[in-house]
């Protein structure tokens, strides 16, 4: 039996509403994009057009693991994230839009013939070192992981984006095997979900590396880890980026107030008005 485009469309997209997708019918268009190998102005211009029989199959198959909330990134093998392509699969957290906040505060920072030292910790995909280079290409960029697997996927992703002379990559625990060396800039995106959190989508919760989103009883123990040993890896007047979960600003500006060594500049929101990234300073003289 012969469909159309719209056809096949319109029935994914019900078989994906009915499974709870917040978004059936442009991931019904993506899957079947990607099922094609065309991109999604390809079908969207052909809805009148007979689908090509050979390719429902795969198209249905695609349509099946979508309605058990696979991830669609997951599925594709593809997440856009600051307007450029990055492979990833389950070894990895899928790159957020709101993190895409964290490259904006960095930016500001310093202009584009700057040259500075970066650290990226937990990279993941490598999206947020892969970008902070492109768009600061005088700046060296080192990133880590502590798991071996997002490391390969990261090595992939600064191998397609021709970044490997200025990406170093390691696999390390936050600071653990990196060398005593000082950074002007230190980013990182941490798990900071609560543990006992049950308000969370089945994409993340059935599909994600869990290492990547839990952060203890409050979200903050990887947080706390961190604040307390970037310091003594920063250079004075040297910037600390994170990422924040939505309703952490409070708790994040008070660990940052207790420390020593740290001063807080400002807590940003993102596009729906949540404060998303923390900006702090190394205070100067601190050593």
């Known amino acids: 039996m012969t469909r159309t ?20 019918g442009l991931d019904a268009e993506l899957l079947l994009a990607h099922a094609l190998k065309k991109d999604r102005a390809f079908v969207l211009a052909r809805m ?8 429902l199959p795969v198209f249905e198959k695609l349509v099946s693991r979508r309605s058990k909330r696979e991830p669609l990134a997951y599925i594709t093998g593809e997440k ?19 993190t895409e906040g964290v490259i904006d505060a960095v930016f500001e920072l310093y202009d584009e013939k700057s040259v500075k030292n970066t650290l990226d910790i937990g990279t993941g995909s490598g999206a947020i070192a892969v970008t902070i280079s492109l768009g600061r290409p005088f700046w060296r960029v080192a990133a880590t992981d502590s798991s071996p697997s997002a490391v390969e996927v990261a090595r992939e992703n600064i ?3 021709k970044v ?25 995106n941490p798990p900071y979900i609560e543990e006992q959190c049950v308000d969370i989508d089945p994409e993340v919760r059935l599909y994600e590396p869990p290492e990547a989103l839990y952060g203890g009883r409050d979200g903050l123990d990887m947080i706390r880890r961190f604040t307390g040993e970037a310091p003594l890896r920063l ?20 660990i940052i107030n207790d420390s020593e060594k740290l001063s807080l500049e400002k807590i940003a929101r993102d596009l729906n008005g949540i ?7 190394k205070k100067r003289g601190d050593g």
């Open 5 to 24: 485009f719209l056809e096949t469309i319109v029935n994914a997209r019900k078989r994906l509403s009915e499974a709870g997708v917040t978004t059936p």
């Open 48 to 55: 009148n057009e007979t689908a090509p029989e050979e390719v």
């Open 80 to 98: 856009e994230f600051y307007s450029r392509p990055f492979k990833v699969d389950p070894r990895v957290l899928i790159p957020r839009p709101e």
């Open 159 to 161: 191998l397609f984006h």
């Open 164 to 188: 490997e002379d200025r990406v170093a990559l390691v696999e390390s625990d936050l600071f653990d095997s990196l060398p005593e060396t000082k950074y002007d800039i230190i980013v990182f």
């Open 235 to 254: 250079e004075n007047g040297g910037y600390l980026v994170l990422e924040i979960g939505e309703g952490q600003g409070g708790a994040v500006e008070n």
């Open 275 to 281: 404060e998303r990234v923390v900006v702090a300073i």
